[in-house]
Nanobody, 129 residues
C-alpha cells in the first residue's frame, strides 16, 4: 500500500521558517515528478513547487519564489519543502503529491487530484502576524 506522509507543519510567526517533509512508503518515487500544493481556507488548492525525478531545479509559484525551496532525497524516498520568510497568506493545508500525469511544464498548474497519482493527507501550516 502506497502512503505519503507529510510532517513538519505547525504555527509560526510571520518571518519565520518551517520545513515540511513527505515520506513515501510502499512506493519508489525515483524518477517521478513530485510537488507541493496548498489549500488556504475558502480557496482552491494551488501548486506551490514541483521538482523533477532527478532533483534538479524546482519550479515555483510566483507567490513563493525566492522564499521556498523544494528538494528531494531519493535514497530516503522523501520530498522536502523549506519555507522561509513566511507570511500570513502562506497559511493553509500543504499536500505533497508524486507522479504527475500531465506534461512536466503543466504539473505546477495542475492541482486536481486526478492530475497526480498519489497524494499525502496534508499538514496544516499557520502563519500569524
Amino acid at each position: 500500500q502506497v502512503q505519503l506522509v507529510e510532517i513538519g507543519g505547525g504555527s509560526v510567526q510571520a518571518g519565520g521558517s518551517l520545513r515540511l517533509s513527505c515520506a513515501a512508503s510502499g512506493y519508489n518515487f525515483w524518477h517521478q515528478y513530485a510537488g507541493w500544493f496548498r489549500q488556504a481556507p475558502g480557496k482552491e488548492r494551488e501548486g506551490i513547487a514541483t521538482i523533477d525525478g532527478g532533483g534538479g531545479d524546482g519550479n515555483y509559484a510566483d507567490s513563493v519564489k525566492g522564499r521556498f525551496t523544494i528538494s528531494r532525497d531519493n535514497a530516503k524516498n522523501t520530498l522536502y519543502l523549506q519555507m522561509d520568510s513566511l507570511k500570513p497568506e502562506d497559511t493553509g493545508v500543504y499536500y505533497c503529491a508524486v507522479e504527475c500525469f500531465e506534461d512536466a511544464d503543466r504539473c505546477l498548474s495542475s492541482p486536481s487530484r486526478g492530475a497526480w497519482h498519489y497524494w499525502g493527507q496534508g499538514t496544516q501550516v499557520t502563519v500569524y502576524s
